[in-house]
């Protein structure tokens, strides 16, 4: 093997291709008008509690929770099901690098999706304002 050898899912040399692209945007009001509403009920319903702990760490939680709504909207897209029977609100969490740059983390519904379209990490990119948030993810193979 004159080449050596490499990790395929790391070897820079192997192309890889976006298999799914998704992007969602939402009013922080909205968000916040839930929140309001149904409280706990609606953080345990859209986030896992890792997500429920970051985003009302913040004196302002709802732009954080409308982008992680935002960004399980966008991760549903990419793998084409949308939020739904096939790909659930606990199927994708946000996690977050030290650097700021967020990630995803996929459970159950979510790992077999990313099976069946043998993609190998979905990148994700999250953006709020204190009226809007959005969020784009692109599922890499």
Same mark, same amino acid.
């Given at each position: 093997?004159?080449?050596?050898?490499?990790?395929?899912?790391?070897?820079?040399?192997?192309?890889?291709?976006?298999?799914?692209?998704?992007?969602?945007?939402?009013?922080?009001?909205?968000?916040?008008?839930?929140?309001?509403?149904?409280?706990?009920?609606?953080?345990?319903?859209?986030?896992?509690?890792?997500?429920?702990?970051?985003?009302?760490?913040?004196?302002?939680?709802?732009?954080?929770?409308?982008?992680?709504?935002?960004?399980?909207?966008?991760?549903?897209?990419?793998?084409?099901?949308?939020?739904?029977?096939?790909?659930?609100?606990?199927?994708?969490?946000?996690?977050? +690098? /030290?650097? &700021? #740059?967020?990630?995803?983390?996929?459970?159950?519904?979510? %790992? @077999?999706?990313?099976? +069946? /379209?043998? &993609? #190998?990490?979905?990148?994700?990119?999250?953006?709020?304002? %204190? @009226?809007?948030?959005?969020?784009?993810?692109?599922?890499?193979?």
């Amino acid at each position: 093997d004159a080449g050596g050898e490499g990790d395929a899912a790391t070897d820079e040399r192997i192309p890889r291709m976006i298999l799914g692209t998704g992007i969602d945007i939402i009013e922080v009001e909205r968000i916040r008008e839930s929140y309001g509403k149904f409280g706990d009920r609606f953080l345990n319903r859209i986030l896992q509690p890792g997500e429920i702990e970051y985003c009302l760490g913040h004196t302002d939680p709802a732009p954080h929770l409308a982008a992680r709504f935002a960004a399980k909207e966008a991760v549903s897209k990419a793998f084409g099901t949308g939020i739904g029977n096939q790909f659930g609100w606990h199927d994708a969490e946000v996690g977050k +690098e /030290k650097t &700021g #740059k967020p990630f995803v983390i996929l459970h159950a519904k979510g %790992k @077999v999706l990313m099976e +069946e /379209k043998e &993609g #190998k990490e979905v990148q994700l990119s999250l953006s709020h304002t %204190k @009226v809007h948030a959005v969020a784009m993810a692109l599922l890499v193979g």
